[in-house]
């Protein structure tokens, strides 16, 4: 039987092929992979730094409207009339229910914000 004969660069290729392998040692297809991966990623992470606000649909975020805070509203009320206001009136202007807005007003006269002119008329301190 004839034996076929292979060309040593053949055989030197295999011999380095599994030495890769075996020492795990990463080829030039899977380096350029690697390199791909990674510009994808700094693109991203410069984006997310620059200020863009693009969510991962590529659509511009915005972010959601700020509410008032209940105690707020019921102080510029109570600034807006310097003689002092009555507690009906700050009812009628928040729409806040009686329970939540004697809440916030004894909130507002314990930290000083608002003085209690007489019962129930209220005026910015």
Same mark, same amino acid.
């Given at each position: 039987? +004839?034996?076929?004969?292979?060309?040593?660069?053949?055989?030197?290729?295999?011999?380095?092929?599994?030495?890769?392998?075996?020492?795990?040692?990463?080829?030039?297809?899977? %380096?350029?992979?690697?390199?791909?991966?990674?510009? *994808?990623?700094?693109?991203?992470?410069?984006?997310?730094?620059?200020?863009?606000?693009?969510?991962?649909?590529?659509?511009?975020?915005?972010?959601?409207? *700020?509410?008032?805070? +209940?105690?707020?509203?019921?102080?510029? !009320?109570?600034?807006?009339?310097?003689?002092?206001?009555?507690?009906?009136?700050?009812?009628?202007?928040?729409?806040?229910?009686?329970?939540?807005?004697?809440? %916030? !007003?004894?909130?507002?006269?314990?930290?000083?914000?608002?003085?209690?002119?007489?019962?129930? !008329?209220?005026?910015?301190?």
């Amino acid at each position: 039987m +004839a034996q076929k004969q292979t060309s040593p660069v053949f055989v030197w290729e295999n011999i380095f092929q599994s030495l890769m392998k075996r020492l795990d040692i990463p080829t030039r297809k899977e %380096i350029n992979h690697l390199n791909a991966k990674l510009d *994808r990623v700094e693109k991203l992470l410069y984006q997310k730094q620059s200020g863009h606000g693009f969510t991962s649909h590529g659509t511009v975020h915005e972010p959601p409207p *700020r509410s008032r805070i +209940a105690s707020t509203v019921v102080l510029e !009320i109570i600034a807006a009339h310097p003689h002092g206001t009555d507690f009906k009136s700050i009812k009628e202007k928040t729409g806040f229910n009686d329970k939540k807005l004697r809440n %916030i !007003i004894f909130r507002l006269d314990r930290t000083d914000k608002i003085k209690r002119i007489k019962r129930g !008329i209220y005026k910015k301190a």
